[in-house]
């Protein structure tokens, strides 16, 4: 089988951290992004997957190689000359993608869940339809297009763009799969699937939709980022408790924690719900962690207080330092001793040696 990961450009949404590494290997729970929908892909049998991509960074390539290695699969690097939105990249990759006429994935690398590829499969294959999306409930439809259903059926009547009356809560939750003969609707230029393809798919009555079951999240801006991880955190608890943390002399769990075995807690810590500590991480004595991500190689020193934020690869937190409301230190970042950060967005290689009120990008 195959399948192919919408990976698109620079992840500007997601910067500082996609200043250092490119979104699919930023990690995500402690494992590079991508490796994520790899993975699952890789469980349901898929042997080839397209990384569409608007560059390569040779850092993407040199990992991808150790991923080949590690799931028996081959990936393939699709470059578009320019942004072919999130359509025209399955045509750019026609000759993979209709090599047999198995049926083929297509998701969005921003996404996390639980990927049910082989109930999504089983669900494409029995109503033999070209495609099936799958969908997800939101608190809010009005800000989405959100899908309606004929009546007690799966089939696609149509979608509605930020409904003003309510005609459903369920929206396109960013992984598919397709029929191989999808790619005659499409065109190796720039064209939306959500506004250029499947309106008509659903006209012809050839797509269905299938409810995602478990949590969905976007993970491409920083708020989203830690959103997501606290959804895994729980997805985690329910399926793999024993991977998370637990209290220990000195150290208080509170809720989801997720804790590398490299990194060195000190004494009086309490930390969560909802943390990510990386690997080669320092957290010194007295320090508050919740609802945030310390990553590889970073520091926090005696006392800090950090919440609601992402600290960066390498960078350091100094005692009695408050962090929150949004804050991301992207790489070798420096907080000093005793300094408030209140939602920053500090740029690779900065030192902060000055309390910051009021949320800014530190350049």
Same mark, same amino acid.
């Given at each position: 089988?195959?399948?192919?990961?919408?990976?698109?450009?620079?992840?500007?949404?997601?910067?500082?951290?996609?200043?250092?590494? @490119?979104?699919?290997?930023?990690?995500?729970?402690?494992?590079?992004?991508?490796?994520?929908? %790899?993975?699952?892909? &890789?469980?349901?049998?898929?042997?080839? %997957?397209?990384?569409?991509?608007?560059?390569?960074?040779?850092?993407?390539?040199?990992?991808?190689?150790?991923?080949?290695? /590690?799931?028996?699969?081959?990936?393939?690097?699709?470059?578009?000359?320019?942004?072919? !939105?999130? &359509?025209?990249?399955?045509?750019?990759?026609?000759?993979?993608? /209709?090599?047999?006429?198995?049926?083929?994935?297509?998701?969005?690398?921003?996404?996390?869940?639980?990927?049910?590829?082989?109930?999504?499969?089983?669900?494409?294959?029995?109503?033999?339809?070209?495609?099936?999306?799958?969908?997800?409930?939101?608190?809010?439809?009005? +800000?989405?297009?959100?899908?309606?259903?004929?009546?007690?059926?799966? /089939?696609?009547?149509?979608?509605?763009?930020? @409904?003003?009356?309510?005609?459903?809560?369920?929206?396109?939750?960013?992984?598919? %799969?397709?029929?191989?003969?999808?790619?005659? $609707?499409?065109?190796?230029?720039?064209?939306?699937?959500?506004?250029?393809?499947?309106?008509?798919?659903?006209?012809?009555?050839?797509?269905?939709?299938?409810?995602?079951?478990?949590?969905?999240?976007?993970?491409?801006?920083?708020?989203?980022?830690?959103?997501?991880?606290?959804?895994?955190?729980?997805?985690?608890?329910?399926?793999?408790?024993?991977?998370?943390?637990?209290?220990?002399? !000195?150290?208080?769990?509170?809720?989801?924690?997720?804790?590398?075995?490299?990194?060195? %807690?000190?004494?009086?810590?309490?930390?969560?719900?909802?943390?990510?500590?990386?690997?080669?991480?320092?957290?010194?004595?007295?320090? $508050?962690?919740?609802?945030?991500?310390?990553?590889?190689?970073?520091?926090?020193?005696?006392?800090?207080?950090? +919440?609601?934020?992402?600290? !960066?690869? /390498?960078?350091?937190? !100094? $005692?009695?330092? $408050?962090?929150?409301?949004?804050?991301?230190?992207?790489?070798?970042?420096?907080?000093?001793?005793?300094?408030?950060?209140?939602?920053?967005?500090?740029?690779?290689?900065?030192?902060?040696?000055?309390?910051?009120?009021?949320?800014?990008?530190?350049?």
């Amino acid at each position: 089988m195959k399948a192919l990961i919408l990976v698109g450009g620079f992840g500007t949404r997601l910067r500082p951290l996609t200043f250092t590494k @490119p979104k699919p290997l930023v990690e995500f729970a402690n494992r590079p992004m991508i490796l994520h929908q %790899i993975e699952a892909l &890789a469980k349901v049998g898929v042997t080839d %997957i397209v990384l569409a991509v608007n560059y390569q960074p040779q850092t993407m390539v040199d990992a991808m190689h150790k991923v080949e290695e /590690q799931y028996n699969i081959k990936i393939h690097f699709s470059i578009e000359a320019e942004p072919l !939105g999130t &359509a025209g990249p399955l045509a750019l990759a026609r000759d993979i993608l /209709q090599k047999d006429d198995s049926p083929f994935f297509v998701l969005n690398s921003d996404v996390i869940c639980e990927f049910p590829f082989s109930e999504l499969l089983a669900f494409h294959k029995q109503h033999g339809c070209e495609g099936t999306l799958m969908t997800t409930p939101v608190d809010d439809p009005s +800000k989405y297009g959100v899908i309606v259903t004929k009546a007690n059926s799966t /089939q696609i009547d149509r979608f509605v763009e930020k @409904p003003t009356v309510f005609v459903g809560d369920h929206i396109n939750a960013g992984i598919y %799969i397709f029929n191989p003969a999808i790619l005659e $609707r499409i065109q190796p230029k720039p064209m939306s699937i959500e506004k250029e393809v499947f309106p008509f798919m659903a006209k012809d009555g050839q797509l269905h939709c299938m409810p995602l079951q478990g949590f969905w999240a976007d993970v491409g801006q920083p708020k989203d980022f830690l959103t997501g991880s606290s959804l895994y955190l729980r997805s985690v608890q329910s399926h793999t408790p024993a991977d998370l943390a637990t209290s220990s002399e !000195g150290i208080s769990i509170v809720g989801n924690v997720l804790v590398h075995p490299s990194a060195k %807690i000190g004494a009086n810590v309490k930390i969560g719900p909802n943390v990510v500590i990386g690997p080669n991480t320092r957290i010194a004595s007295g320090v $508050r962690l919740s609802n945030s991500v310390v990553m590889d190689g970073a520091s926090i020193a005696d006392n800090a207080y950090v +919440k609601d934020s992402i600290i !960066g690869w /390498q960078s350091t937190v !100094g $005692r009695w330092s $408050r962090l929150e409301k949004i804050t991301v230190l992207g790489e070798d970042v420096h907080v000093a001793d005793e300094i408030y950060v209140n939602g920053a967005c500090v740029l690779p290689h900065k030192s902060v040696s000055a309390n910051i009120t009021e949320p800014k990008i530190v350049m």
